[in-house]
Every structure is written in structure tokens, then in C-alpha cells.
């Protein structure tokens, strides 16, 4: 009796943990957003770059390192010549030195940008 009590109790935490985790998941963005001009950029390392646009989050990967963002502290984000557009492709990311391009767009949750940016500083 007491085994299944257990075994009850560990199959119940495992579908609560899985369902906050499915909430903290992030989705890749699937249309264009147009950027307003003061959106807050924050590099996440070489590798990520975290945008803050009000209450949505994005987090922008290049596939590996974009030196570009090491190297500057202001960014430009623009889709095919377009300013402060941020699409699922096409996406290029520019400072006044280098340039990468975007492979992949995620959207976030406040609590996940968070978490990035704590990591940065």
C-alpha cells in the first residue's frame, strides 16, 4: 500500500513539474515584428542577444559566436534593409564594426530573459 502511495504521489510531481516546464518552453517566432526605437537589447555572451521590446522578450541565436555583439554595446536590428524589424528569417544584426546574421528568433517569457540577463552581468 504504501509502494503505491509513493509511486502515486512521484507520478503527480512529475506531471506538475512537466506542465510548469512546458510553460517556460520558448516558441519560435513565426510572423514579423516590427521593433518600436527604444527597444532594449542585452548580449547573452558571443551566442545570444536578448530583446526586451515592453512586455515581450525575444532571444535571437546566431549558430554558434557573433563577434559583432562582443565588440559593441549598441546594436541595430533589421530585416532585408527594413529597421527594427525582427522576422523568423532573414534577420541581421549590425554594429558599427560587424555584422551577423540571425538563424533562429524565440520568444520568451519575462522569467526566462531574466535569467539570461542575470547571467550576463
Known sequence: MFKFKST?????????ATTAHARQESEKLADCVDLPADYQATRFGSQYLLVKDGDNYYRLGFGGSCSAISLSSSVKISTEGQANRL??????????????????????????????ARKNR
Do not use: N, W
Not at 502515486?8 to 506538475?16: P, R, S
Open 8 to 16: 502515486l504521489i512521484l507520478v503527480a510531481l512529475l506531471g506538475f
Open 87 to 116: 522576422c523568423p528569417k532573414a534577420t541581421k544584426i549590425s554594429t558599427k564594426r560587424d555584422s551577423c546574421d540571425v538563424r533562429e528568433v524565440m520568444r520568451v517569457d519575462e522569467h526566462e530573459y531574466q535569467q539570461y
